[in-house]
Nanobody, 124 residues
């Protein structure tokens, strides 16, 4: 079974950094499209980073230059390095995966077939 497990969230002050991890199992990690998506109650779900099978990355303008997505194919783990965190970055962050023909930031989130349970990031 496909499994995604996020970790690394927490409560930090504005300006701080956090690194999220997503441990994956049960599928060919290196070949799938992987993304980080965030959501909060009353707010629209937002994709914050995507990485394809060739490790090409893409970000929305809201996090570009502050967030960095990466992956370690040898250890089936994806990361999200978040710097200069702002109050507006307070969300639940989810790791998502899918075997997609097109792996871009504007891919509908509904196309991701597997999701983690989420890790909370709170910035104050």
């Amino acid at each position: 079974d496909v499994q995604l497990v996020e970790s690394g969230g927490g409560s930090v002050q504005a300006g701080a950094s956090l690194r999220l991890s997503c441990a994956a199992s049960g599928f060919a990690f290196s070949t799938w499209c992987m993304g980080w998506i965030r959501q909060a109650p009353g707010k629209q779900r937002e994709g914050v980073a995507v990485i394809d099978n060739d490790s090409r990355t893409e970000y929305p303008d809201s996090v570009k230059g502050r967030f960095t997505i990466s992956k370690d194919n040898a250890n089936n783990t994806m990361y999200l390095e978040m710097n200069s965190l702002q109050l507006e970055d307070t969300y639940m962050y989810y790791c998502a995966a899918g075997f997609l023909m097109r792996c871009r930031a504007d891919v509908p989130h509904t196309l991701y077939t597997s999701w983690g349970q989420g890790t909370q990031v709170t910035v104050s």
